[in-house]
């Protein structure tokens, strides 16, 4: 199972957009990546996903690099309620891997 | 109504005790998995289960196991519990009708002290 890297914090200024980055290099071509962010101990909440063209949904944007070894989760006018901790994780068959992701916080 | 319940919420008990927390499921998905979270950490897999006669371990599954008793309803019991068990719980489930991608969705949470 490919395993992710991202940085451990991260800060925005409200309104602004947020970029969250992910290093996949070991990623194989059937491997998913996921984003999930959780807000203090609630349950993780499933942001969006992609598996090589760049996908957009109501909440974020998802950037994956050509080769798949990176992507990029943007935010595009962060508020202080996106304030969590964001995980970006490399979807086998069926298992989420999760490393300890980043901690964003939306400065006002 | 949520879709995926876990109870109880927050659960206190002591060395050695048997301990059942449980999850639900309204959504109809044929998959759920038992997860736990250490302070600081991201979540680990204990359980899965693919359908009600389909279980398998996960990378942390010693001293847990679990029972799928319906398609809904997956619990997870520890036989005694220990205070390094101490920690987040969480259920999700997913959907395979979805094709490969299934994404999970994840529960509130079982907060679980062990003393």
């Known amino acids: 199972d490919a395993k992710t890297t991202q940085p451990p914090s991260m800060d925005c200024a409200e309104g602004r957009a947020a970029n969250l980055p992910c290093n996949h290099s070991t990623i194989s071509g059937n491997e998913y990546v996921y984003w999930y962010r959780q807000i203090h101990s609630q349950g993780p909440q499933y942001i969006i996903h992609?598996?090589?063209n760049n996908e957009t949904n109501e909440m974020a944007s998802l950037i994956i690099t050509e080769d798949r070894k990176s992507s990029t989760l943007i935010l595009p006018h962060a508020t202080l309620r996106d304030t969590a901790v964001y995980y970006c994780i490399v979807r086998g068959a069926y298992k989420y891997i999760f490393g300890t992701g980043t901690r964003l916080k939306v400065l006002a | 109504d949520a879709d995926v319940t876990q109870t109880p919420r927050n659960r206190i008990t002591k060395t050695g005790k048997r301990i059942m927390l449980e999850c639900s499921q309204t959504k109809g998905h044929d998959r759920m998995y038992w997860y736990r979270q250490d302070p600081g950490l991201g979540l680990r897999l204990i359980y899965y289960s693919f359908d009600v006669k389909d279980i398998n371990k996960g990378e942390i599954s010693d001293g847990y196991s679990v029972s799928r008793q319906a398609q809904a309803k997956f619990s997870l019991s520890l036989e005694s519990a220990i205070p390094n068990q101490t920690a987040l719980y969480f259920c999700?489930?997913?959907?395979?009708?979805?094709?490969?991608?299934?994404?999970?969705?994840f529960g509130p949470g079982t907060r679980l002290t062990v003393l």
């Open positions: 999700a489930t997913s959907d395979t009708r979805q094709g490969y991608t299934d994404t999970q969705y």
């Open positions: 992609g598996l090589k």
